[in-house]
C-alpha cells in the first residue's frame, strides 16, 4: 500500500507562511488523487486542498487564494504552501492518499503535524 509522513508544523504568527510536506512510499504508482485535510480540537475532519492525478486541484473556500497545493511526482512528495496565516488555519494537518490496488480502493493517511497559528 501508501504509506504517508507529513513535516512542516509548527508556531507561527498571524500573517506569516508556512509549507507542509508530505512523504510517500510504498506502491506510490497506484495513488490517484492525493490531499490536505486537517482537525481542529472539538471539530470534524475537513478537506483543505486536493491535487489529481491529471494535475487539478481542489481547495475549501477558507482557504482559496491563501493556500497552494503541489505534488512533486519524482521526488513522491506533496506540499501545501501556507500563506497569510489565520488563528483559525489551526489544527492537526494530515495528509492523504486514495489509491486503487488491483481494483480495491485504498486511503492512506498520515500522521498529522500540529499548526498553531497565534494572533
Known amino acids: 500500500q501508501v504509506q504517508l509522513v507529513e513535516s512542516g508544523g509548527a508556531l507561527v504568527q498571524a500573517g506569516e507562511s508556512l509549507r507542509l510536506s508530505c512523504a510517500a512510499s510504498?506502491?506510490?504508482?497506484?495513488?490517484?488523487?492525493m490531499g490536505w485535510y486537517r482537525q481542529a480540537p472539538g471539530k470534524q475532519r475537513e478537506l483543505v486542498a486536493a491535487?489529481?492525478?491529471?494535475?487539478?486541484?481542489n481547495y475549501a473556500d477558507s482557504v482559496k487564494g491563501r493556500f497552494t497545493i503541489s505534488r512533486d511526482n519524482a521526488k513522491h512528495t506533496l506540499y501545501l504552501q501556507m500563506n497569510s496565516l489565520k488563528p483559525e488555519d489551526t489544527a492537526v494537518y494530515y495528509c492523504?492518499?486514495?489509491?486503487?490496488?488491483?481494483?480495491?480502493?485504498?486511503?492512506?493517511w498520515g500522521q498529522g503535524t500540529q499548526v498553531t497559528v497565534s494572533s
Open positions: 510504498g506502491i506510490v504508482k497506484s495513488i490517484n488523487v
Open positions: 491535487v489529481f492525478s491529471t494535475g487539478s486541484t
Open positions: 492523504n492518499a486514495d489509491s486503487v490496488l488491483a481494483g480495491t480502493p485504498f486511503s492512506s
